[in-house]
């Protein structure tokens, strides 16, 4: 039930534009992003519910493909704070799963000046 | 400001004698959940709380035991730490169970 995320990790210079990739092999009723920095607690980016929505704010934005069981973060004109290891959360449809969410492995990334 | 506390921070505990980790939230919210997270991993869920219906995962070990008294408070117990279970422990709570989880700053258990 623990989503797929791709790649393990990203290397990245300010400003560069990086994807965060996320799939699961169930029929997922939402997707969850989060950013974790070393020793503390996930911080909540974003949710994008089944329907196919794209959301963002400021140079963070995420799909979510029902179809394919798919979500990908792109992260655009990187800063140095984005740094940290990104979570996809995902909460499968239908059933006694729901409000479970199942974490991904994450995805380090390292933005530098 | 209305948040997700959890005590303590840092917990040391000897093989065997059981700990106690605290949660409490401000935000009045339905669902409270733990987490447990180990070094370069991600979160893995033990249990939640719908209000009051307690809901363990199939995975989690008979060692692992929840409490909520209240609204406000969560307790993980653990009845005789393991090596294997020194991990950061994380509290998160969501207004119902298809919203945003808020996750409190964790505690880091340390089992010697």
């Known amino acids: 039930q623990q989503p797929v995320q791709s790649p393990q990790a990203v290397i990245l210079r300010e400003g560069e534009d990086a994807v965060i990739n996320c799939s699961s092999s169930?029929?997922?009723?939402?997707v969850h992003w989060y950013r974790q920095k070393h020793g503390e607690a996930p911080v909540f980016l974003m949710i994008l519910l089944k329907g196919g929505e794209q959301k963002g704010h400021d140079k963070i934005s995420a799909s979510f493909n029902e179809k394919k069981q798919q979500s990908s973060l792109y992260l655009t004109a990187s800063q140095l704070s984005y740094s940290g290891t990104y979570f996809c959360g995902t909460e499968i449809a239908g059933g006694s799963t729901l409000g479970r969410l199942y974490f991904g492995r994450g995805t380090q990334l390292t933005v530098w000046p | 400001d209305a948040m997700v506390i959890q005590n303590p921070r840092y917990q040391v505990t000897q093989f065997g004698k059981p700990v106690t980790l605290s949660c409490s939230q401000t935000?009045?919210?339905?669902?409270m959940y733990w987490y447990q997270q180990k070094s370069s991993q991600a979160p893995k869920l033990l249990f939640h709380?719908?209000?009051?219906?307690?809901?363990n995962e199939a995975d989690t070990p008979d060692n692992f035991q929840s409490r909520r008294p209240n609204t406000s408070f969560c307790f993980l117990d653990i009845r005789s730490p393991g090596l294997g279970d020194a991990a950061m422990y994380l509290c998160a709570t969501s207004g119902d169970r298809i919203e945003t989880q808020y996750f409190g700053p964790g505690t880091r258990l340390l089992v010697l």
């Open positions: 169930k029929a997922l009723y939402s």
């Open positions: 709380y719908y209000d009051k219906d307690f809901n």
């Open positions: 935000l009045n919210h339905n669902v």
